[in-house]
């Protein structure tokens, strides 16, 4: 991209407070921006922030030339308006897949930035072959940024999608019944042997400090004909699925894709 256009891509990184995870996770996104040769310009924000300064912070940087794509680290606060913030990102930049434009395409199944935990989560599914057709996916979990539009991209593969919340009754009779599983609860551990049924492919997005999943690794690794990894599974490929959509919104915006 370098030489065809003498641009670099950029990712712009807006991270509110100082949470100690999600400064981590910031820093990992910009180490692996440095080591694609993607540029990364940091905007750290103190935690008293207002919403309408933290919006308009976001405008200026989707109308910035120079900024390719733009994430904002979730969670920013509890006395902020997430969504507002999200919605301020241009589309054309949204390279997380968390606006409401991103959400729409992932469900109409158009083409579009995909949020960056499901989207890897798919491109796993597809390294490792893994047919969606006609199967069962159940996916635990229906946040915005990752139970959601998982199920979304799911459907979008012709899976049988069934979701499963905090208020599901009788989660486990629904969860043995899934082919393809996906642990999106945060908390740790929730899915365990007799929650899976034999074979089935499991994929654990959950992380906690220690590097512990939502997956009960230790007695579901037997019955699960494919499960991810914590760390190193479901974890990279959201940094690297990020990484992707900023080099294809660059050249989108640079009119070289
Ligand atoms: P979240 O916003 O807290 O959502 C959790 C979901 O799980 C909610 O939909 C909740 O249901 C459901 N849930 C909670 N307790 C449950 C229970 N007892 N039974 C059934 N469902 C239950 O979390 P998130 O942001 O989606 O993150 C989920 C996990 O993924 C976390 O471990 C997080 O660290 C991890 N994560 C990893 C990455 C990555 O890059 N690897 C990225 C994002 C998140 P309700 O909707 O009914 O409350």
Do not use: N, W
């Given at each position: 991209m370098r030489r065809r256009t003498g641009t670099t891509p950029c990712l712009a990184t807006v991270l509110v407070g100082d949470d100690p995870a999600s400064v981590t996770y910031v820093r990992m996104k910009r180490n692996r921006c440095a080591?694609?040769?993607?540029?990364?310009?940091?905007?750290?924000?103190p935690s008293s922030i207002t919403t309408d300064r933290l919006v308009e912070v976001i405008v200026s940087l989707s109308s910035d030339p120079?900024?390719?794509?733009?994430?904002?680290?979730?969670?920013?606060?509890?006395?902020?308006?997430?969504?507002a913030a999200f919605e301020a990102i241009a589309p054309q930049k949204d390279v997380d897949g968390v606006t409401g434009h991103s959400f729409a395409a992932m469900a109409f199944g158009r083409p579009g930035f995909v949020s960056c935990t499901p989207g890897g989560i798919l491109r796993l599914l597809d390294e490792y072959q893994v047919d969606l057709t006609g199967r069962h996916a159940v996916v635990v979990g229906r946040s915005a940024i990752?139970?959601?539009?998982?199920?979304?991209?799911?459907?979008?593969?012709?899976?049988?999608?069934?979701?499963?919340?905090s208020r599901?009754?009788?989660?486990?009779?629904?969860?043995?019944?899934?082919?393809?599983?996906?642990?999106?609860?945060?908390?740790?551990?929730?899915?365990?042997?007799?929650?899976?049924?034999?074979?089935?492919?499991?994929?654990?997005?959950?992380?906690?400090?220690?590097?512990?999943?939502?997956?009960?690794?230790a007695s579901v690794r037997d019955r699960a004909g494919l499960i991810t990894p914590v760390?190193?599974?479901?974890?990279?490929?959201?940094?690297?699925?990020?990484l992707a959509q900023t080099v294809q919104a660059?050249?989108?915006q640079l009119g070289v894709d």
């Open positions: 080591q694609a040769g993607i540029d990364s310009r940091h905007v750290p924000l120079k900024v390719h794509g733009i994430l904002l680290q979730h969670p920013v606060g509890p006395h902020l308006d997430e969504r990752l139970g959601r539009p998982a199920g979304m991209l799911l459907l979008a593969r012709d899976a049988t999608v069934t979701y499963c919340h599901t009754v009788g989660l486990s009779a629904i969860t043995r019944g899934a082919d393809v599983l996906v642990a999106a609860v945060g908390r740790p551990g929730f899915i365990t042997g007799s929650d899976v049924k034999p074979g089935a492919v499991v994929v654990d997005a959950g992380y906690h400090p220690g590097g512990v999943g939502d997956v009960d690794v760390p190193g599974g479901v974890g990279p490929m959201t940094i690297a699925v990020l660059a050249a989108r």
